[in-house]
């Protein structure tokens, strides 16, 4: 080939991004104004930063949906929402292509993330892609604060389960067997005793479609857990029977570590969030939207307000999964409630002690801004205060800690026992079980923060502390069986 016929293509070239950008592209200042102000205070600082950059959501029929079964409703909420993102990322996707910038596409959310990107890529992403509706920064959650109890439980049965009547169902014959319990966390030590025999993967002889890894970047092909965090809460949701430690003991489960470091970053929690909607093998690839769990617990959150999980708890939504998330650990004073926790249509959960009162650390509402937030949160508490469970130092390390996060898995737990009593119940039957049977009974004014948040008081229920009350998984079944 000439250099004439190199000239002539490179025109041809110029003229074609011309006929496809340049028509539509934004004004500098109009097209900035989708850019996130954390994005352009974090470049007055540095060269290059980490964004997502988001389309326009996905919208659900959700009674359309509910007439379907299962799997018919997972692979066309799958199949919807990834034709959906794929027609709408594609220019993006060939420009980050040809300017050799690494990127992840999601589809459980349609956004983009783009690694590692200078103030002038950013400029011309949010000129010349009129369909581009924010630019924000890919930022990183911190792994929830916990505190290592200085009770050491020692009795046969951890108290939390006796305390919200897991005995009492168990020997109905109610352990959640059938139901597959996802978790999004830093990981779990899947050879635990407490947690590799209903390990999916133990189950199939495969790690694919029972564990995914969220990094952008050399990501492990088996569990991993270096934090101890989610070994924890995924042992306080299905440990083992002989383990005394988990709800939901005859579940199976799976993860996916959107806490891959230190920090939760955004970008690793969509990814998993992916994961959970249709699960993947190890590498990713080959989705199979079957095998999708029927409940994720989520002991994880940031501050308040902040909605960029909501398109991935939507979907999930409309998969018909339930989604179960931690109230946060910045308690005792009111309007400390973390976002996803703070979403209307998430369960959320916060933390009780062993005799029924508020943990001073449990976040309160109600939440700082209008819907998708809403004031009315935790909806419902649990044991969060000297939480036995499995940890990640060897196969056969427990630990008693602290924390909201503690609290969340025990109510995925209970969803678990609900499910297998009514496999086909949704969201709303669910979410009408647990709060309408919660205890309040012998819950009691909380010793530290304010007696009310929100103008509602705490023995007025539902409130911004307790939420509905405590969680009673009896009642619960009865109600859901009734």
Known sequence: MNSKTYIVLAVLLVALCIQVYGNNALPLDQAMKKVCSKVVNRLANEDKVDVLVEFNSHKWDMAALKKMSRVERLNFVHNKASAEATSAQKLLVSFLKSNKVEFTAFWVKNAVAVFQVSQSVIESIAQQFPNVVKIRLDEHIPIPKVEISSAEVQAALTYGL???????????????????????????????????ANYRGTITGSHDYS?????????????????????????????????????????????????????????????SGEFMACPTKADGTMPDCSKAPHVVNNSWGGGGSSDFYLDVVDTWRAAGIIPVFAAGNEGSKCETIGSPGDFADVLTVGAIDSKDRIASFSSRGPALSTYPFTAIKPDITAPGVAVKSAYMNSDTAYKTIDGTSMATPHVTGVVALLLQSKPDASYDEIYQAITSTAVTSTLSKPGSGKAQCGGIRWNKFPNPIYGYGRVDIPAALAEISS
């Open 162 to 196: 006796t305390l919200i009547g897991a005995p009492e169902v168990w020997a109905q014959g109610i352990d959640g067997t059938g139901i597959v319990v996802g978790g999004i966390d830093t990981g779990v030590r899947h050879t635990h005793e407490a947690l590799k």
């Open 211 to 271: 564990w995914f890894d969220g990094k952008a970047k050399s990501k492990s092909l088996i569990p991993v857990d270096t934090n101890g965090h989610g070994t924890h809460t995924m042992g306080t949701s299905v440990g083992s029977k002989d383990s005394a430690v988990g709800v939901a003991y005859g579940a199976t489960w799976i993860a996916a570590r959107g806490c891959p470091g230190n920090t939760c970053p955004n970008s690793a929690l969509i990814s």
